[in-house]
């Protein structure tokens, strides 16, 4: 995640059409994509995570468990696959364009949907880890020091020489956590460039949305919600103005 989401990131930042669009028409989704989507996340890549998650052995055998890491390991093959399946099976009757107004009603649903998982498993994690510091005595000594907060955010230098790693678990934990933290943040600069691109849109945000985008949203909800909310917002200004308009015409 830490090479190919920076990468294609920004080759969908260079080549897609859409990013400093404000025309309704160039951002709207079909209808059956939107409504097929919650359905092919949770299918696709909560199922394999949650079943990865099993702790073993208590639900699952040492090789059941290697086996279901596997199958997370290809949870975008999944949601595509079970996207596609809802989209031109289950949904396959609903209109192929919309209204703004029900545009935004779908758009609504589906960043309501990502943010519930993406900003909980966000605040638990501080949570935690703040509770180490506020609150000790409910830990252990060793959960005290590995729930830490300077462990939890904030990996070694892996150019420091003296950085030595212990055993493979330690090893797992600081490259999941580089990874994490890179794709992280290529997914929050993202988000930002593609608010505040479009000329139209960018000119309805001022010093405070800036200042939060910085600084607020990514440290109270995560980098990857902060990334939902800035596509949301832009969606909001461009659909809401279209909305806006096409009432007037009425």
């Not at 909560?46 to 208590?58: N, Q």
């Not at 055998?61 to 099976?89: D, E, G, M």
């Not at 109270?220 to 096409?246: K, N, P, Q, Y």
């Amino acid at each position: 995640m830490a090479l190919t989401s920076p990468a294609y990131l920004l080759l969908h930042l260079f080549t897609a059409g859409t990013i400093s669009s404000s025309r309704p028409r160039d951002l709207e989704i079909p209808e059956a994509a939107l409504r097929a989507l919650p359905y092919s996340i949770g299918l696709g890549f909560l199922a394999p995570t949650i079943l990865m998650s099993l702790p073993s052995p208590d639900y699952l055998t040492h090789q059941q468990k290697i086996y279901a890491t596997l199958v997370w390991q290809a949870f975008p093959l999944w949601t595509q696959i079970i996207q596609s399946t809802l989209q031109n099976t289950v949904f396959v009757l609903t209109p192929s364009t919309s209204s703004p107004k029900r545009q935004l009603q779908l758009l609504r649903k589906v960043y309501k949907f990502a943010l519930y998982f993406a900003v909980q498993v966000h605040v638990a994690t501080r949570f935690f880890s703040a509770a180490t510091v506020l609150f000790p005595g409910l830990f252990s000594q060793l959960a005290n020091e590995q729930l830490a907060p300077q462990h939890v955010f904030l990996p070694p230098n892996p150019f420091n020489t003296a950085t030595k790693v212990i055993n493979v678990g330690q090893g797992s934990l600081w490259f999941l956590q580089w990874d994490y933290l890179i794709s992280g943040v290529a997914y929050w600069i993202w988000g930002l460039t593609i608010k505040y691109s479009g000329e139209k849109v960018g000119k309805s945000y001022g010093t405070n949305d800036i200042l939060s985008d910085l600084f607020f949203r990514p440290n109270v909800i995560g980098h990857m919600a902060c990334a939902l909310t800035s596509v949301w917002e832009r969606d909001e200004v461009v659909f809401g103005e279209a909305e806006d308009t096409e009432k007037k015409r009425q």
